[in-house]
């Protein structure tokens, strides 16, 4: 049984899991959303959150230097770029913030073996605002009203 366990294996030795998580929240962090499965999804928000939460640190008064924070980011990320738009971008943008700083939305299951896919991604986002889909159509009426005004025109 699994009482009061916190941490879900998904097959892998402590090692494996660890490596997959940095990787997976080193490109969480730039590129602001990534997609998986829904259950990796769920374990990756609460290491993301925390990091967050670990930068956001930085900006207030608190008795640890931002020095000592920007390490103990880096011995989890391994990656310095990721710790640069860490402290740089995601920790002024969710200052105001309490908490709650990813999202998930479900996008079905995989063709190969219909695991369930999610999307996690930073609320509040400059990605947000990029249109996901094609393109959009215009309203018919607006066309019909379009065309009919150059016919009375004439």
Do not use: C
């Not at 402290?87 to 073996?113: C, E, H, M, N, W």
């Not at 990605?127 to 019909?144: C, H, L, M």
Request: aromatic share 6%.
């Amino acid at each position: 049984m699994r009482h009061r366990r916190d941490v879900k294996k998904f097959g892998r030795k402590i090692s494996h899991r660890r490596a997959m998580f940095r990787n997976m929240l080193n490109s969480l962090i730039a590129h602001e959303r990534i997609t998986t499965t829904d259950a990796k999804a769920k374990e990756l928000r609460r290491h993301a959150d925390r990091l967050v939460t670990l930068s956001k640190r930085s900006l207030g008064k608190d008795a640890v230097s931002p020095a000592t924070l920007q390490r103990r980011a880096f011995d989890w990320l391994r990656d310095r770029e990721s710790v640069g738009k860490l402290f740089g971008t995601l920790a002024p943008r969710y200052q105001a913030r309490s908490g709650g700083y990813t999202r998930i939305v479900k996008l079905g299951f995989r063709q190969g073996d219909n695991a369930p896919l999610a999307r996690i991604e930073f609320v509040e986002s400059g990605a947000e605002a990029a249109p996901t889909g094609g393109k959009k159509k215009k309203k018919p009426a607006a066309k019909k009203e379009a065309k009919a005004e150059p016919k009375a025109e004439a």
